[in-house]
């Protein structure tokens, strides 16, 4: 089956523009997170979705960052007036979130590049 | 607080075995994630081990000791694709709480 994509692949933005990234999770896997990895470092929890539950957005780092989960699947994270240290790859990664335990499957993720 | 530790870089010659330790601190703990990511490229599941002991899964091995708050992967007869970050990851509650990855080179 279809696993979880996202995209763009790549985006490359001048500092201050809003950006728009889009996660399309396996279907039926009622969880979603959000993930950023700078070059060469560990995964960053940015925020996590599950069901119908409100967000849990403790790891967004600015206000500047925000997130919506469409229907239970789609889900969309904006970054707005980016900044140079916003350059990352934006990772997604969806489960179960039935099972005893949360193996997270997760996409390509998305490049981003802010000049 | 909440912390995972493992080290940063290891290398390892091919055909030998290499062991990446892993400890860490946090609350709601249920289990213990290994993945590997290649360079580039999203992380893939590796193990999960929920009890106390050694998973055997081909030339890959896990270990949680859920009392120390210590897990190691264990990779036999490397072979120079095992180049990748390892990462360790606590199943906290609803989200993994992940190390920052350790780097395995792997030399002729």
């Known amino acids: 089956g279809a696993g979880v994509s996202q995209s763009p692949s790549n985006k490359v933005t001048e500092k201050g523009k809003d950006v728009e990234l889009r996660c399309d999770p396996i279907?039926?896997?009622?969880?979603l997170y959000w993930y950023r990895q700078s070059l060469g470092q560990g995964l960053e929890f940015l925020i996590y979705?599950?069901?119908?539950?409100?967000?849990?957005k403790s790891g967004l780092p600015s206000d500047r960052f925000s997130a919506e989960r469409t229907g239970g699947s789609v889900s969309t994270l904006t970054i707005q007036r980016t900044q140079q240290e916003d350059s990352a790859v934006y990772l997604c990664?969806?489960?179960?979130?039935?099972?005893?335990?949360?193996?997270?499957?997760f996409g390509p993720g998305t490049r981003l590049t802010v000049l | 607080g909440q912390n995972i530790d493992q080290p940063t870089e290891m290398t390892a010659t091919e055909g030998a075995i290499v062991q990446i330790n892993c400890t860490y601190q946090?609350?709601?703990?249920?289990?213990l994630f290994w993945y590997q990511q290649h360079a580039g490229e999203a992380p893939t599941f590796l193990s999960y081990?929920?009890l106390d002991g050694l998973e055997e899964k081909g030339r890959f091995s896990s270990f949680l000791s859920r009392s120390k708050g210590y897990s190691y992967l264990l990779l036999k007869e490397l072979q120079m694709k095992d180049s990748a970050s390892y990462l360790c990851?606590?199943?906290?509650?609803?989200?993994?709480?992940w190390g920052a990855g350790t780097k395995l080179i792997i030399k002729p």
């Open positions: 990664a969806s489960s179960s979130g039935r099972d005893s335990y949360n193996e997270q499957f």
């Open positions: 279907s039926g896997h009622t969880a």
């Open positions: 979705f599950q069901g119908n539950s409100a967000p849990d």
């Open positions: 946090t609350s709601g703990f249920n289990g």
């Open positions: 081990n929920v």
């Open positions: 990851g606590a199943d906290s509650n609803y989200q993994l709480i």
